[in-house]
């Protein structure tokens, strides 16, 4: 009898990038270690988003240089697809960009913040009574025994309007609205994702807002000698800070 070929597998998380310096880095890498299908598209290598969600288990939604209000019809069909994912219950991961597109698609506000944050920074927990604790813990660990982790940051924007019934979980001093949950999404402004390569092409085309923040000596905003000290010593925390993220997303995905 002939061989009949095995049927393609489902693909479980759709990822969107958004430019093409920010791609997946160990969030692929942690979805390959746990044997998840995954399927990037990058509208800035001219890979349109999909029309719908339906079909995946899970969303992950990119950072990058761009700005969440900017006028880009790709942003916009991001956060159609993010509305789209709430309404069929499928969880939605946002890292910095990605939290701030989902922050405006559930009516949150996104502008400027006074300085911006780039490098190896500290946040801390934010968190009241049950179930906001329950959340903390179940999302980031409760950020470890004493609340804070070290986390790497590149952003000029924030959320600085959380969506109605969002449940804040981490701050930081320069960027009140770090993380937040809402049903069963987390939008972060940190970039849980980063890895040393990522770094090293960022700091080897960072743009014009960074040097010039570089120069005026801005304590939220590292030079690069000092980040890639730093990442040598952070990297670790933020991996394992990582896996605790992206396996409570997992606990949320939808049923094979």
């Known amino acids: 009898m002939p061989n009949t070929p095995l049927a393609p597998k489902p693909i479980d998380v759709l990822v969107l990038q958004h430019t093409l310096e920010d791609g997946p880095g160990y969030l ?9 299908t995954w399927q990037v598209r990058c509208t ?3 890979e349109a988003y999909p029309d719908t969600i339906d079909g995946y288990r899970a969303l992950a939604v990119l950072g990058g240089e761009w700005g969440a209000n900017d006028d880009r019809p790709s942003l916009r069909q991001a956060e159609d697809l993010i509305r789209q994912a709430d309404a069929r219950g499928i969880p939605v991961i946002g890292h910095c960009l990605g939290g701030q597109l989902m922050a405006r698609a559930f009516g949150g506000r996104v502008e400027r913040l006074p300085v911006p944050e780039v490098g190896w920074l500290p946040i801390h927990a ?3 009574l049950d179930p906001d604790a329950a959340l903390l813990q179940d999302w980031l660990g409760g950020l470890g025994s004493d609340g804070r982790a070290v986390v790497y940051q590149w952003h000029y924007d924030s959320f600085v309007e959380l969506p109605p019934g969002a449940k804040l979980l981490a701050s930081s001093p320069a ?4 993380a937040f949950a809402i049903g069963p999404h987390l939008g972060m402004q940190f ?4 890895t040393p390569e990522k770094i090293d092409a960022w700091l080897g085309n960072p743009g014009t807002v960074y040097p010039q923040a570089v120069v005026q000596g801005l304590p939220t905003v590292q030079p690069p000698d000092a980040m890639r000290a730093a990442t040598l010593y952070s990297q670790a925390g933020s991996l394992a800070l990582a896996g605790v993220i992206y396996a409570a997303w997992r606990r949320r995905w939808k049923p094979a």
Do not use: K, N, S
Request: aromatic share 4%; hydrophobic share 35%.
């Open 126 to 128: 934010v968190a009241g």
């Open 191 to 194: 970039h849980i994702e980063i």
């Open 44 to 46: 800035e290598a001219g």
């Open 28 to 36: 692929g890498e942690w979805l390959d270690a746990h044997g998840h």
């Open 175 to 178: 960027c009140p609205h770090q």
